[in-house]
């Protein structure tokens, strides 16, 4: 039934769960996944008192944050290989994760996605926002929520 499964990694313990679901659910079930990290790109705020004014080099940044994205994609695919699954990995560059995460979701005509997601609730919820909130109310595919 699915073929193809978007895993979203940012890389943290919570995420990790969530791709050893998919790992563990691929083997079983002879799916490939598809591990997606998204790399958000400095902010420049040019128009802010102090514009100008870089705490960091903004190219320098952006190629860590590439870097990072692309060591969490690296760990997954090594666990992948010794589970015989097949994999492929994208880093994705986006302001939006959950933006992100449809766009390629949809381009690459996956089945469904996987993704792990806090529980958080009241207050923190409305004010952190949830990517994994924005995903279920931004695409069609079905939505393994892992917590």
Do not use: W
Request: proline share 5%; charged share 25%.
């Amino acid at each position: 039934m699915f073929k193809k499964i978007l895993i979203p990694t940012d890389g943290s313990p919570l995420s990790d769960k969530a791709v050893d679901a998919a790992i563990e659910f691929a083997q079983k079930m002879g799916s490939e996944l598809l591990v997606l990290s998204v790399a958000e790109p400095y902010v420049y705020m040019g128009l802010m008192e102090g514009a100008g004014v870089f705490p960091t080099d903004p190219v320098m940044y952006d190629d860590k944050v590439k870097e990072l994205a692309q060591k969490h994609l690296d760990k997954v695919e090594a666990a992948t290989r010794n589970k015989g699954v097949t994999c492929k990995t994208v880093v994705a560059v986006g302001l939006s994760p959950y933006e992100e995460i449809v766009r390629v979701a949809e381009e690459q005509k996956c089945d469904a996605i996987f993704m792990a997601s806090h529980g958080r609730k009241g207050l923190n919820k409305l004010f952190i926002g949830s990517e994994t909130q924005k995903v279920l109310a931004h695409t069609s595919l079905p939505v393994l929520v892992l917590r």
